[in-house]
Structure formats: C-alpha cells, structure tokens
C-alpha cells in the first residue's frame, strides 16, 4: 500500500502491485506478517488484499493446527471424565463417606491415567517449546 497526500491534506490508501503479491509473500513470508503486526494503522486490515491473506493462511495453516489441538484437548478432557466416572461407579461408600469396598481394575485406572498423563506432558512441552521461541526465560 502507498499513501499519497491530495490536495485536501486527507491521506487517500492506493492498493497496487496485486499481480506481484504473491511473489513478494514467497520471498520472504514472514516480513508481511511482522509489518502488519507492528502497525498501529488497523485501517490496514480492512483492505481486501489483506482480508484475503489471512484468510488464506487461516485456512491454509492455521485452522488445522487448532482443530489438533482441540482434538487433543478432548482426548483429555473425555478420558479424565471417564476415570473420574469410573472412580465414582466402582466404588461403595457407608453413611460417613468411607469406601467400604472398592471394584476398579488396575490396568483401567492406569490406562485412563496414563492418557491423561500423556497429553498434559504434550501441552506443557508445547508451552515450553513457545515460551523459547519468544525468548522468555524463567
């Protein structure tokens, strides 16, 4: 985009270059991206050329990574939600709340445990992993 001054004093927004733009996103992928970031004109966002990038890089990109990580997150959430279920079933308690007798399997409770153990070690490296890439140390 190029701004221009007319001769009212208004900036008036001239999109051109749309034949090469896609040459230039190639060349270096990144620069877009961090210009637009680092812009305070949110006008910017408003131009199709710009609307149209990233929804491209949405879809083409991004919108997989957290349909994966929100498949995940279900692994999780359904198997701690079957071990608290399966805690809850399998258990019988007297009038103060004490286990009189308790039927779970073993090998059920470390299953459901291990995936969730799993999958919060993922999360964590995953975290850790972006915390490095920005450069905080702790």
């Given amino acids: 985009m190029h701004l ?24 270096c992928p990144t620069l877009f991206t961090k210009t637009l970031l680092a812009t305070e004109n949110y006008d910017y966002f408003e131009t199709t050329a710009v609307q149209t990038i990233i929804k491209y890089k949405w879809e083409k990109y991004t919108r997989n990574f957290f349909v994966s990580q929100f498949q995940i997150f279900l692994i999780f959430f359904f198997a701690n939600l079957s071990d608290i279920y399966y805690s ?18 073993i090998e059920v409770c470390i299953a459901l445990k291990s995936v ?13 992993s972006n915390l490095k890439s920005i450069r905080i140390h702790f």
């Fill in 88 to 105: 809850l079933l399998t258990k019988e308690l007297d009038n103060d709340s004490f286990i009189i007798k308790d039927e779970r399997m």
């Fill in 116 to 128: 969730c153990s799993l999958v919060l070690v993922y999360f964590m490296y995953y975290e850790f």
């Fill in 4 to 27: 221009i001054k007319n001769e009212d004093e208004a900036k008036t927004s001239i999109e051109y270059f749309f034949i090469n733009l896609p040459q230039s996103l190639t060349k």
